[in-house]
């Protein structure tokens, strides 16, 4: 059975950091292409990085480009998303998502492609 559960969301004061996980099970996370994706409260949902097959090819959003990082830990079967100099226009639920062909990553952030599992999301605020 195919599961994503994300973790780490919380809340922190801009300028600060989160690190995000997603751990995965029943399929391993260096085959699939993983997606980060974040929804703010009255807008649509966006994606923010990905990383993406045997080679890890990653690519992000330009609003996150030089502030978050994604990484993986095939032994651990988890995705990370490292996030720097949060803002509060980063303030969203965060998911993670998994597409079972590794296409590119920019495509996947740029919304080309349907993600195949969804996990149920963390929330991540940026507040004082």
């Known amino acids: 059975q195919v599961q994503l559960v994300e973790s780490g969301g919380g809340l922190v004061q801009p300028g600060g950091s989160l690190r995000l996980s997603c751990a995965a099970s029943g399929f391993l996370v260096g085959d699939y292409a993983i997606g980060w994706f974040r929804q703010a409260p009255g807008k649509k949902r966006e994606g923010v990085s990905c990383i993406s097959g045997p080679d890890g090819d990653t690519y992000y959003a330009d609003s996150v480009k030089d502030r978050f990082a994604i990484s993986r830990d095939n032994a651990k079967n988890t995705v990370y998303l490292q996030m720097n100099s949060l803002k509060p226009e980063d303030t969203a639920v965060y998911y993670c998502?998994?597409?079972?062909?590794?296409?590119?990553?920019?495509?996947?952030?740029?919304?080309?492609?349907?993600?195949?599992?969804w996990g149920k999301g963390t929330v991540v605020t940026v507040s004082l």
């Open positions: 998502a998994a597409d079972s062909v590794p296409r590119s990553a920019r495509g996947v952030v740029r919304g080309l492609y349907g993600m195949d599992y």
